[in-house]
């Protein structure tokens, strides 16, 4: 099975995403299909190789829509800057829709303005005698208003026209076919009854015009659909930081010679030379010299990390000082940020699973309120003729067939969800939360209970020297260590090489050592000067010691320094607690979130871990198999489970959980089994991530219920519900403002989670 990704050309409300993915879903071949009308792309899997892009835009483009595949054939070296090309292009393309959209708004909304005061001066004279009628004729301002109202229908309006022909052609109806039949049937029977006035007096029709509501709809439509598209074009600003953290050039050696080349053409192996202040272009690992980098766009530590030969670099980061050359393992598509750029693009283009009420909704609204129109223009010619007459039934059977088609716009049901989505994921990025889809941010929304792995998640994962004991007193903490490092220097055990760290750290000098030997699963011995020093496990006596048994009891590894022989000191060793994770636990505790730590260590240095981070239930000696059979039983008790981890025996645990997150400082299979990536590897942004995912979800809520409100209420008002017992009309001139503000209030809405405390 294959996918891939198109941007969709012509889809401007919810009702539109509903008929594409009708109809690519029927053809033979594809087998899902995904539509996401905020950004305005689709994702489709094929059972085979796929389809081709006209083949595809043959199912869809007599409806007026088009396909444009975004991750066509990757050029042999996949350059890192194609997103950045790509998202430049499709922001000028929207940036020119949007002017596009501003003109006509720029000769709409005056014309439109100026005949709604002319509305409103009307009905305060009829109605309030407050100000003298407008001084012009009816026949004048009929003739006036129907040269306007045809530019106004035909000319801005005629995107609405070609919603009807299109509804006519092939019975797909969008919200542009309500607008249009709404507006369309008002000049319709204004035209008519102006330039035929006798006909009109011999049929016995109303002498009521609607030109002014058709001219005013349009403009206040046209605003709306432009400040939607320009609140639109907010929500994608996350990609544009990432893509913008990317060096746009690169100096190789080509031959001997150095040369400045765009970073698109760095090839894997390339010699990169980084001079101080230069943005480090592509992924490598330094093959020459010494710098401080900052990388706090993947740490998000302020302070700059220092490198030397062999270290690691990352496409993105910014050279503070000195110079060197690294060699390129890691270009294009294959970098840490293109990853973290997919990433976010992929995840913001994924619907929630709460998304699916609103595209059932939308995928019959259309046609339902096509029936409710025609409805309410038969009741009121009915039943509204034998109350009030024909002449008065026939204007509000118009006023509420053409208000219902105008106010019922899906556009806000459809927006509701993507566009919060959209800001979440963005917001997420900005803070080092990569999100992979929008499931795992809903269902973490949900979460009542996060499982943490030990070892590299609440601690630092790298045994560290913790305690030095002299034995009798003749010897200082500083001379042990000091004998203990320059025996330990020679070998290659983890744990000698953090005794050797622990040295450097407080900068003692090592000794010289000679006849050094390696004694398995014992220790180490060598002679420093004269004397012998061997360093090694606690004998049986040794164990029962205070110090040793207090150590080990909290899960330390002890091993006993001797000199010529005779015990002169204890060191321990440990997985040390990381400075955060206290402040991480309190923060869930806080939000009723239950933790619960999870390890395959032994129970002594689980709990004595535990404590340390204010844990209170841990389980210990747990096989990966048993990591995720514990979150099967949590789940069987009807608990919704995140669990976080780094390693690759917590993948099958990640996967298994309601939501997986996963520390970037640990394994890619972590990271590819979760839902989550916690790029620094800082558990606080835990707490931050659930609080991120209830505060978007709870946008969503709001949006879908505005988006359901005006609706509710709106059409039983159009439709002229309340005329019978208050005498109340919705005019359909503020039925368009209505329509116009739902969706422009939804995604505002959402782009509050921008300013968002995490």
């Known amino acids: 099975m294959t996918s891939k990704t198109y941007s969709v050309k012509g889809m401007h409300c919810a009702s539109c995403a509903a008929i594409i993915t009708k109809k690519l879903s029927a053809a033979e071949g594809i087998a899902n299909v995904d539509v996401n009308l905020a950004t305005e792309k689709a994702k489709l899997e094929f059972d085979g190789n796929g389809m081709t892009e006209q083949a595809l835009n043959g199912l869809i483009g007599k409806y007026g829509y088009g396909l444009v595949e975004e991750n066509g054939p990757e050029p042999e070296a996949p350059s890192e800057t194609t997103a950045a090309n790509r998202v430049s292009q ?54 006036i208003a129907l040269i306007v109202s045809t530019y106004m229908v035909f000319r801005m309006g005629a995107p609405f026209i070609h919603g009807i022909v299109m509804f006519v052609r092939s019975g797909a109806a969008s919200m542009d076919t309500l607008i249009g039949i709404g507006t369309l049937v008002a000049w319709s029977y204004s035209t008519f009854v102006t330039l035929f006035p006798r006909l009109r007096d011999w049929l016995g029709l109303p002498h009521d015009t609607w030109f002014d509501a058709a001219i005013v709809v349009i403009g206040f439509v046209l605003l709306g659909k432009y400040l939607e598209a320009r609140s639109k074009l907010k929500t994608g600003e996350a990609i544009e930081k990432l893509i913008g953290l990317q060096a746009k050039s690169a100096i ?5 010679k150095e040369v400045e080349i765009p970073v698109d053409q760095v090839r894997k192996g390339d010699v990169v030379v980084i001079r101080p202040g230069a943005k480090i272009p592509v992924d490598g690992t330094i093959a020459e010299g010494f710098s401080s980098i900052d990388e706090s766009m993947v740490t998000g530590e302020p302070v700059p990390a220092d490198k030397k030969t062999g270290n690691s670099v990352i496409g993105g980061t910014i050279n503070k000082q000195g110079s060197f050359t690294f060699r390129a393992s890691n270009v294009g598509r294959d970098t840490v940020l293109a990853r973290i750029i997919r990433m976010v693009e992929d995840a913001q283009g994924s619907k929630a699973p709460i998304q699916d009420i609103a595209d059932k909704v939308a995928a019959v609204f259309v046609p339902t309120v096509l029936v409710l129109a025609a409805l309410t ?6 039943i509204g003729t034998a109350m009030l007459g024909f002449s008065t039934a026939l204007s509000f059977g118009i006023m509420g067939m053409v208000g219902i088609l105008v106010i019922a716009c899906p556009c806000a049901l ?11 994921i963005g917001k997420g990025a900005e803070y080092g939360i990569l999100i992979r889809n929008a499931q795992s941010l809903q269902s973490l929304s949900t979460v009542d209970t996060v499982v943490f792995d030990k070892t590299g998640t609440i601690t630092n994962g790298t045994p560290e020297l913790t305690d030095i004991r002299p034995a009798d007193g003749s010897m200082t903490e500083e001379t042990l260590l000091q004998l ?14 953090s005794i050797v760290k622990a040295a450097g750290q407080r900068a003692i000098p090592l000794q010289e ?28 006596d040794e164990a029962a010691l205070p110090d040793v048994k207090a150590m080990q009891a909290q899960g330390k590894t002890v091993v006993m320094l001797e000199v010529d022989g005779f015990v002169k000191g204890v060191l321990a060793l440990s997985d040390t607690i990381r400075k955060e994770s206290r402040e991480a636990v309190d923060a869930l505790k806080s939000m009723g979130i239950k933790v619960i730590m999870l390890t395959g260590d032994n129970r002594a240095a689980a709990g004595y871990m535990a404590s340390q981070a204010g844990i209170d239930e841990v389980v210990a000696e747990v096989l990966p198999s048993g990591k995720a059979d514990l979150i099967r039983d949590l789940q069987a008790k009807g608990h919704k489970v995140a669990m976080a981890g780094d390693g690759i025996n917590d993948a099958p645990a990640l996967a298994i959980a309601e939501v997986g997150i996963a520390m970037a400082t640990g394994t890619e299979i972590a990271m590819e089994s979760a839902g989550i990536t916690i790029l620094n590897g800082d558990i606080r942004k835990v707490a931050q991530s ?8 709870s946008v969503i809520r709001q949006n879908l219920f505005w988006a359901f409100i005006y609706n509710v ?21 503020f039925s368009g403002i209505a329509m116009a503000g739902s969706s422009v209030s939804v995604v505002t809405n959402s782009l509050r989670l921008k300013t968002a405390k995490l």
């Open 90 to 143: 499709q922001k000028e393309e929207k940036l020119e829709e949007l002017r596009q959209q501003k003109n006509r708004v720029l000769v709409a909304l005056p014309v439109a303005l100026l005949f709604f005061l002319a509305m409103m001066w009307d009905m305060a004279a009829k109605t309030t005698g407050a100000l003298p009628p407008i001084p012009i004729d009816m026949a004048t301002l009929d003739s």
């Open 252 to 256: 190789v050696i080509r031959q001997g």
């Open 377 to 382: 223009f038969v009741a009121w010619i009915t």
């Open 414 to 424: 459809g927006l509701a969800t993507p566009t919060a989505i959209i800001v979440g």
């Open 484 to 497: 203990a490092a320059s025996v330990e220097n020679r070998s290659e055990h983890p744990l000698a090489r």
């Open 513 to 540: 050592v000679t006849a050094f030997v390696a004694l398995e699963g014992i220790g180490v011995t060598g002679t420093i000067g004269a004397s012998v020093v061997r360093i090694r496990k606690p004998g049986g």
């Open 690 to 697: 659930i609080t991120l995912s209830r505060k978007t979800m």
């Open 713 to 733: 209420i709106g059409i039983p008002l159009a439709a002229g519900a309340l005329y019978p017992l208050l005498g109340i009309f919705l005019n359909p001139v």
